[in-house]
Nanobody, 124 residues
Framework: QVQLVESGGGLVQAGGSLRLSCAASGGTFSWYAMGWFRQAPGKEREFVAHVRRSGFSTYYQDSVRGRFTISRDNAKNTVDLQMNSLKPEDTAVYYC?????????????????WGQGTQVTVSS
């Protein structure tokens, strides 16, 4: 059983930056691919970014590519999401998730464990 705890959310003006962090415990972190998802009010949860177990391969939703960077530290059991050039449409609750398969997935149903989420609000 893996427990995930996100931190780093907050209120920021458009064009600003935030760094989200997710701390994992209760399992062997390096066995899991990790993803970040987000959910805005009234919308479905959507894929943001994915990093493979090694950390060498990353994948992004088109709307965040070039602005967001996902990274992981297997020694510290953490996965981060650096968010730059934030836009009001990035406002959402952000979740980290762990995936025990080796397949890169943008589908939330493929992830086994989830954190409780952290709110990101971008003002215009």
């Amino acid at each position: 059983q893996v427990q995930l705890v996100e931190s780093g959310g907050g209120l920021v003006q458009a064009g600003g930056s935030l760094r989200l962090s997710c701390a994992a415990s209760g399992g062997t972190f390096s066995w899991y691919a990790m993803g970040w998802f987000r959910q805005a009010p009234g919308k479905e949860r959507e894929f943001v970014a994915h990093v493979r177990r090694s950390g060498f391969s990353t994948y992004y939703q088109d709307s965040v590519r070039g602005r967001f960077t996902i990274s992981r530290d297997n020694a510290k059991n953490t996965v981060d999401l650096q968010m730059n050039s934030l836009k009001p449409e990035d406002t959402a609750v952000y979740y980290c998730a762990a995936d025990s398969t080796a397949v890169v997935s943008r589908n939330a149903r493929d992830y086994d464990y989830w954190g409780q989420g952290t709110q990101v609000t971008v003002s215009s």
